[in-house]
Each structure stands twice: as structure tokens, then as C-alpha cells.
């Protein structure tokens, strides 16, 4: 753990430069507003160690898979998200020294990240190698309410003498990504140029052909009163620059404001981008700073509104939540459905920027619960647009007659995962998918989606868990053979207890879908039965399959087993291993990992989320009390699932200490690589904990229930529900649990098992 960061409710703080954590820094301090993000790379000149992260959402590059030995199935390339124009660059000399935090005396350095306005703001004291007394104030932000816009500004002051300063401001577009295979560009430069004191970049992606434009303009001022200062420039292949020379006196302020516009051939046509982007740059001119920060802060005040969560008396653990919505929301708005989550959101390249099931499994829960339903739905049409591409992903392994296996990484729908034992065997994957159509409708009652959508998704993936499950004749049951569960820590096992329970559930869930829509959309059955070939035959092979499965067990003591043959390993927990073993991944051998018990995150225990309400808590409690022990949380996704279910079994001090690991996983650097990008999707997951778990929150048939239990570190905490068009505000006290209907029609809920009728603009209070 590394706890350099000030403790503080609203914002994320760095007093005193850490060179050696500032990869850590740029991840953590990351903005972005769902279209474009930015890592916190320094405006100014940086000679030491940096991750260069400018992108754009949905601009991708397909690179070539590279393996020693090729395999049939495998995917032709790894997708990539890319780094894009560098819009923030500036390059500043003072009396013709380069002003270099690797190269300077700092005498004070602070970076904020103000989570509530959506501001990031740096200020540092320094002392040049001449001499010169210099400070630096600067803040951007990325628009949430104009998202094709951003913008910076640079205050810069000498306190001890005059100085000639040279300011270059630069757009620069030749950028690589750290991990390209065979170190290749994946752009094509094809404009460069300064006019009428804008620069504009546009580069074109090889092969997918996406065309990026930026442009910039700034706004320049002396002790805050602007001047009109005409600079040098220079452009050259993906490159433009303007300098500005300035003879300023002691103690004056010298501020540029840089105006950027970035647009792409996702949304306009390659012919329009110019006349776009002068637009959009122009119409932020004539805003100015001030304007365009107060529609961003309002924007971002009104998502707060529904999605913050309150905690009092633990500001760490209030810092972490606030933390992990904030990136949530910079990162994924609901605004395009062609758009979806990467691991890493805007704050780093690995991953690849693509599509995991971390989305249907982590994030729908979160966006179902405090934004408005079309976001979660938006996410579930992105996969059934996808639908085509993961039947072919199927045929591409051998699967026949519509069956779907959705991909594990994606960004157009097909698979992009070069690692075997992912791409051909983590098939639980596609369970998850048809689990977030079951949870978003049992959320919102829109059985309309099953018709229009989700049917059909369903039917693909029934057919692809009946082909995937063979008969053993020696067990007498349906198996599933060489996968890899939730647990990457064990690769090619045989029935994996959690995927053979997700392939059951899903082909009993296609045969409700199918009755469902035969009974209440008729017309829709006709045409679905007709579009995919469907016959009630089918049916009849998913319930027997689904009936008859195997599910690995130790009778006698009740634990269901990860998968056959789990008891043989050396029964060790996390108390056996030393500090020097942790974390595994980066201290032993894949071989070792691989026959070791040790856990990388939760596996059975993720059944038992998924499905808690088929299990008694004793069932819970055999099976956390096995396998929590043997679990090194090496995932992001671990903790919440663990906490939730130590809640759920009253197991409070873990639940609580599983929180804070979740909640704090990237500003405590837990894991040791927070360094090339945050976790985004299993923040998510901090949001579960806590209204999940430690609120005990579950829907049932569209209807709340509540179970709330409060931490005893804890004094309150409240968060907010969206359900049935209306919002409900909860807030958990010591004594008590208070419910606040803020919407237009009365609601009835479930508080400790009873039923409640809250009146709109009215509260209901019952003791905890």
C-alpha cells in the first residue's frame, strides 16, 4: 500500500511531489467526460518517468496477435485503444532554461483533483538551476456538457526578479502506445497547420480508418488583463506549435488559456471535421473559461445529485467511494450506445480499452441503481448489436445453429484476446451477459426488452451452453470440460462449479424468456422463431440439460467444489504465504500459481452472489468460510463480492475491511499497478458493497427490499435509488433507517422484511 494521498471527503490530493509514484498520479488524477479522456501528464516539459494517455472514446487499432504457436481460433489481432493527439503540451523556458520538474529544486508541489466540479489543479513553487523564484498555477477540465471541448489554463509567476519567458503551446500527434506489438504506428498524419492563431492536427488510424481533428486556440493575459501577443510557429508532419515571448517583470502573472475541439469520423463525416471543430472551438471562445467551468460544474452537480453516496465519520472511506463514482461517471455517460466500459476507462492503455464481462457483471448493478434505466439499457443493446459477431466467434470454434459464445474482449463484437486459456476457455463469460438481461429487467420490469432484444440474445446463448455441456457416462450427468472460471489462477479444469451453474441458469432463463414472450408478445414470437430457426425442441434439450448437470460438491462438509478435483491441492490458506510471495502474478512462476489452491478472485463465491437466494446462510457461510481464506484478491473484481457477501452472512469487521481494499484498490495502490491505469468497471463494485451489502439492497420481481446493517466505524451513510421513475433517498443511522420518496408517485418497499408505502415528499422511518 502506498498512502501519500491526503485523506479529504470531496477531493483527491498530492502535497509534495513523488516522483517515484507519479505514474500512480496520472492514473489517479485521470479526467474525462465518456468521449475523451486524459491522463495527468504535465503540461509543461517532464523528463522523468511518465505515461504519455490522451484518448479518444471508441477509436481503436486492431494490432496483430503475436504467439509462438498458432492455434486454430485464435483471434487475428488485439484491439487496442490508442493514444492520441497530445492537446496539453506546453514547452517553457525562463531565461532560456527549460523548466523541467525532473531538473529543479521544488520547494512545494500540490495536485488536486476536485471530484465534485470535475477540476483538476496543480500548483508548484520551484527554483530554476539559474536562480529564478518561479510559481505555477493550472487547471483543465474536460466538458461534460459541451464533451468535444476542453480546455486548460497556465498561471505563471516569478516572485524574485524579471524574467524573458518562451511559452510554446503544441497539439502533437506523433504518439505511440507502450505496449505495440512490433513498436508500430498506428497513425497516418495528413494535416498540420496554423491559421488565423488556431493549429490544427488530424490523423487517420491504419487499417480502421478513423479520422481524429483537434484544434486549438488560446487566450492570453498579463496580471489578468488579456493582451494580444503574436507568436512564432512551426508545424510539421503531426506536429504544430506557437511560440510566445514575453519580457515579464517581477512579480507579474503571465496566463494562457488553451481552447481545444477534437471530433471524429465516429460522429461526422471526414468532410465535415473541419467545419465541425472550428465550430464547436469557436463557440467555446466566445464562453471563455469561466462559462464553459460553470456548465461543466453544473453539469456534474447534477449527476452527484443521484449518484453520490455519503458516508460520516470515515473520510477514507468516504474519499473511496466518492473516488470510484467519480471515475464511473467521467468514463461511461449513456449518451451512445455504440460505446461501453473499458477496464481502464480513460486512465491508461492496458486492456486495451475493450469491452469485458466486468461490464454486465459490475456495472449495470451500478447504473441501474442511479441513473436513469436508459443507461443500463444502452449497455445491453451495445451486446445485442453484437449479436452477429458473436455467432461468428462461435463458428469460429466449431459451434453450429446460431449458437453464440460473446467475446472476451472486444470492441466491435469480435473476440480480440490473444491468451488461450482466455479467449478459448473463460466461456462463463457469456453467462454473464444473459445474467444482466435478467437483473436489468428484474430491476425495471421492461419485459419490452426481451421482445425487441434480449430474447434472441438469450435463444444464441442457450444453444451455445447445449453444445458446449457433453453427457458423462460415468457420472450419469452433463459436464463442461477445459475451462478457466472466474479464478485465472487455474486454467483447462473440468466443471468449473460457477460455469456449469451459469450455463444451467441461463438455459432455464431462455425457457422462461421464450414462454414469456410467446404469452405476451405473440406477434414477436412469430418473428423471432422465424429470424433464428428456433423450435420448441430446443426447449426440451435445455431443460434436460440444465436438470441434469453436474455440479462438483464435497458432501461432507457441504463446500461446493471450484471444480473436480479441487480437494486434491494443497489445502493452504493466505496466512501461509510471506510478503515476498504477495502478489503472486508478480513473485511465482505461472506453474506454481497454476497448481497452487490459492484463489485470484472470487469464483464459487461468485455464484453465490449471483444466485444468494437459492442458498440458506448456513450454505453461504461453509463456502465464504472455505474459500475467503484461500483467496489473495489479485483481482480488482474480488473485494466488493467478498464484502457484500460477508455482510450478507454477518461478518462485519471483513465486510468493512473488504470495502475499504475495494473502495482504496487505486488510491493505496493495493495491487502494485495502479501505475498504467485505474480499475475502472470494478469501482462499480465499491458501489455495491456498500447498497448491496452493507444496505442489503436486492430486488425482487421489480420490488425493493432493504436489509441495512451499519459498519461501526461508521456514524450514517445515504445513497439515492432510481426505481419506477421515482428516486428514493436512504440514509442508515445507528438507530435507525430513514426512506425519503422524492419522486411524483407513492412506493412500496421492503425494510427488515416489512412492507412499507412511502407517500410522495415524505419519509418513513423505521428502527434498525
Known amino acids: 500500500m502506498k498512502e501519500y494521498l491526503k485523506k479529504d471527503p470531496w477531493h483527491i490530493i498530492e502535497e509534495g511531489f513523488h516522483p517515484e509514484y507519479n505514474r500512480i498520479s496520472e492514473s489517479v488524477f485521470s479526467i474525462g467526460n465518456g468521449y475523451m479522456g486524459q491522463r495527468a501528464n504535465f503540461e509543461e516539459s517532464y523528463t522523468g518517468d511518465s505515461l504519455q494517455g490522451s484518448y479518444m472514446a471508441g477509436v481503436y487499432y486492431p494490432d496483430k496477435t503475436i504467439v509462438g504457436w498458432w492455434k486454430n481460433g485464435y483471434p487475428e489481432y488485439f484491439a487496442k485503444v490508442l493514444n492520441s493527439t497530445k492537446w496539453i503540451g506546453l514547452e517553457i523556458r525562463i531565461n532560456g532554461e527549460v523548466l523541467d520538474l525532473a531538473k529543479v529544486n521544488i520547494v512545494d508541489f500540490k495536485r488536486d483533483l476536485d471530484m465534485r466540479n470535475g477540476l483538476l489543479c496543480r500548483s508548484f513553487h520551484i527554483k530554476m538551476p539559474s536562480g529564478a523564484d518561479i510559481h505555477v498555477e493550472a487547471s483543465r477540465f474536460m466538458s461534460l456538457s459541451r464533451p468535444e471541448n476542453a480546455v486548460m489554463a497556465y498561471k505563471l509567476m516569478c516572485?524574485?526578479?524579471?524574467?524573458?519567458?518562451?511559452?510554446?503551446?503544441?497539439?502533437?500527434?506523433?504518439?505511440?502506445?507502450?505496449?505495440?506489438?512490433?513498436?508500430?504506428?498506428?497513425?497516418?498524419?495528413?494535416?498540420?497547420?496554423?491559421?488565423?492563431?488556431?493549429?490544427?492536427?488530424?490523423?487517420?488510424?491504419?487499417?480502421?480508418?478513423?479520422?481524429?481533428?483537434?484544434?486549438?486556440?488560446?487566450?492570453?493575459?498579463?496580471?489578468?488583463?488579456?493582451?494580444?501577443?503574436?507568436?512564432?510557429t512551426e508545424t510539421a508532419a503531426g506536429f504544430c506549435r506557437q511560440s510566445y515571448s514575453i519580457d515579464l517583470e517581477c512579480a507579474s502573472s503571465f496566463k494562457l488559456e488553451k481552447y481545444i475541439s477534437a471530433v471524429s469520423s465516429r460522429d461526422y463525416e471526414k468532410e465535415n471535421l473541419a467545419e465541425e471543430a472550428s465550430k464547436k472551438l469557436q463557440a467555446a471562445l466566445r464562453v471563455g473559461y469561466d462559462g464553459l467551468f460553470a456548465e461543466h460544474s453544473s453539469a456534474w452537480h447534477d449527476k452527484w445529485e443521484l449518484s453520490d453516496l455519503t458516508i460520516k465519520g470515515d473520510v477514507s472511506a468516504q474519499q473511496g467511494i466518492r473516488f470510484n463514482i467519480f471515475q464511473m461517471l467521467q468514463t461511461y455517460t449513456g449518451r451512445d450506445e455504440r460505446l461501453n466500459i473499458g477496464p481502464k476507462g480513460f486512465t491508461g492503455e492496458k486492456y486495451g480499452g475493450?469491452?469485458?464481462?466486468?461490464?454486465?457483471?459490475?456495472?449495470?448493478?451500478?447504473?441501474?441503481?442511479?441513473?436513469?434505466?436508459?443507461?443500463?439499457?444502452?449497455?445491453?443493446?451495445?451486446?445485442?448489436?453484437?449479436?452477429?459477431?458473436?455467432?461468428?466467434?462461435?463458428?469460429?470454434?466449431?459451434?453450429?445453429?446460431?449458437?453464440?459464445?460473446?467475446?472476451?474482449?472486444?470492441?466491435?463484437?469480435?473476440?480480440?484476446?490473444?491468451?488461450?486459456?482466455?479467449?478459448f476457455e473463460e466461456i462463463h463469460r457469456n453467462g454473464a451477459i444473459a445474467y444482466a438481461i435478467w437483473n436489468y429487467i428484474n430491476s425495471t420490469g421492461d419485459d419490452n426488452y426481451l421482445r425487441e432484444y434480449g430474447l434472441e440474445v438469450l435463444i444464441a446463448i442457450g444453444r451455445f451452453w447445449a453444445q458446449r455441456s457433453t453427457f458423462s457416462k460415468h457420472k450419469k450427468k452433463y459436464v463442461i470440460l477445459g475451462v478457466t472460471g472466474p479464478n485465472e489462477y487455474e486454467n483447462n479444469v473440468n466443471n468449473n462449479w460457477y460455469t456449469n451453474t451459469m450455463a444451467?441458469?441461463?438455459?432455464?432463463?431462455?425457457?422462461?424468456?421464450?414462454?414469456?414472450?410467446?404469452?405476451?408478445?405473440?406477434?414477436?414470437?412469430?418473428?423471432?422463431?422465424?429470424?433464428?430457426?428456433?423450435?420448441?425442441?430446443?426447449?426440451?434439450?435445455?431443460?434436460?440439460?440444465?436438470?441434469?448437470?453436474?455440479?462438483?460438491?464435497?458432501?461432507?462438509?457441504?463446500?461446493?467444489?471450484?471444480?473436480?478435483?479441487?480437494?486434491?491441492?494443497?489445502?493452504?490458506?493466505?496466512?501461509?504465504?510471506?510478503?515476498?510471495?504477495?502478489?503472486?502474478?508478480?513473485?511465482?512462476?505461472?506453474?506454481?500459481?497454476?497448481?497452487?489452491?490459492?484463489?485470484?478472485?472470487?469464483?464459487?463465491?461468485?455464484?453465490?452472489?449471483?444466485?444468494?437466494?437459492?442458498?440458506?446462510?448456513?450454505?453461504?457461510?461453509?463456502?465464504?468460510?472455505?474459500?475467503?481464506?484461500?483467496?489473495?484478491?489479485?483481482?480488482?473484481?474480488s473485494s466488493c463480492v467478498h464484502s457484500i457477501l460477508a455482510s450478507r452472512i454477518g461478518y462485519e469487521k471483513k465486510a468493512y475491511e473488504m470495502y475499504l481494499r475495494t473502495a482504496r484498490l487505486d488510491l493505496d495502490d493495493y495491487n502494485n499497478d495502479t501505475d498504467d491505469g485505474c480499475h475502472i468497471t470494478s469501482m462499480a463494485g465499491t458501489w455495491m458493497a456498500i447498497v448491496m451489502g452493507f444496505g442489503g439492497l436486492k430486488y425482487q420481481h421489480t420490488e425493493i427490499q432493504l436489509n441495512p446493517t451499519l459498519p461501526s466505524a461508521w456514524q450514517s451513510y445515504a445513497f439515492h435509488i432510481i426505481h419506477k421513475d421515482?428516486?428514493?433517498?436512504?440514509?442508515?443511522?445507528?438507530?435507525?433507517?430513514?426512506?425519503?420518496?422524492?419522486?411524483?408517485?407513492?412506493?412500496?418497499?421492503?425494510?427488515?422484511?416489512?412492507?412499507?408505502?412511502?407517500?410522495?415528499?415524505t419519509v418513513e422511518e423505521l428502527s434498525s
Request: glycine residues 4%; charged residues 30%; contains cysteine.
Open 159 to 232: 516572485s524574485d526578479r524579471n524574467i524573458e519567458l518562451q511559452i510554446s503551446s503544441t497539439l502533437d500527434g506523433n504518439v505511440t502506445n507502450q505496449d505495440a506489438n512490433y513498436q508500430e504506428m498506428f497513425w497516418d498524419h495528413h494535416m498540420e497547420e496554423i491559421s488565423s492563431d488556431t493549429m490544427t492536427v488530424s490523423m487517420t488510424t491504419r487499417k480502421t480508418a478513423f479520422t481524429n481533428m483537434v484544434k486549438a486556440s488560446h487566450k492570453l493575459s498579463i496580471n489578468d488583463k488579456k493582451v494580444k501577443i503574436s507568436p512564432e
Open 504 to 637: 444451467a441458469w441461463c438455459m432455464n432463463y431462455a425457457i422462461e424468456a421464450v414462454n414469456l414472450v410467446q404469452s405476451d408478445f405473440p406477434t414477436d414470437y412469430e418473428r423471432i422463431v422465424k429470424k433464428t430457426a428456433f423450435s420448441l425442441d430446443e426447449l426440451k434439450d435445455f431443460e434436460e440439460r440444465s436438470r441434469n448437470m453436474h455440479f462438483p460438491e464435497d458432501e461432507a462438509s457441504g463446500v461446493f467444489l471450484q471444480q473436480d478435483g479441487y480437494l486434491d491441492k494443497e489445502d493452504l490458506t493466505t496466512d501461509d504465504l510471506s510478503d515476498k510471495d504477495r502478489p503472486l502474478n508478480q513473485n511465482w512462476s505461472w506453474d506454481r500459481i497454476l497448481r497452487s489452491c490459492f484463489i485470484k478472485q472470487a469464483d464459487v463465491l461468485q455464484g453465490l452472489f449471483f444466485f444468494e437466494d437459492r442458498y440458506d446462510r448456513e450454505t453461504l457461510k461453509k463456502n465464504f468460510d472455505y474459500y475467503e481464506p484461500k483467496t489473495v484478491h489479485e483481482s480488482s473484481l
Open 726 to 761: 421515482s428516486v428514493l433517498g436512504i440514509e442508515v443511522l445507528r438507530d435507525k433507517v430513514c426512506v425519503s420518496n422524492k419522486g411524483k408517485n407513492s412506493i412500496k418497499i421492503k425494510i427488515y422484511n416489512t412492507e412499507i408505502s412511502i407517500e410522495p415528499g
Open 354 to 423: 475493450s469491452t469485458y464481462w466486468d461490464t454486465e457483471a459490475y456495472c449495470i448493478p451500478f447504473y441501474l441503481g442511479c441513473s436513469d434505466p436508459s443507461i443500463a439499457r444502452n449497455l445491453l443493446i451495445y451486446r445485442y448489436k453484437h449479436l452477429e459477431k458473436a455467432i461468428e466467434n462461435a463458428e469460429k470454434l466449431g459451434f453450429t445453429g446460431g449458437a453464440a459464445l460473446y467475446p472476451m474482449v472486444t470492441m466491435n463484437g469480435e473476440e480480440c484476446h490473444n491468451e488461450w486459456e482466455i479467449t
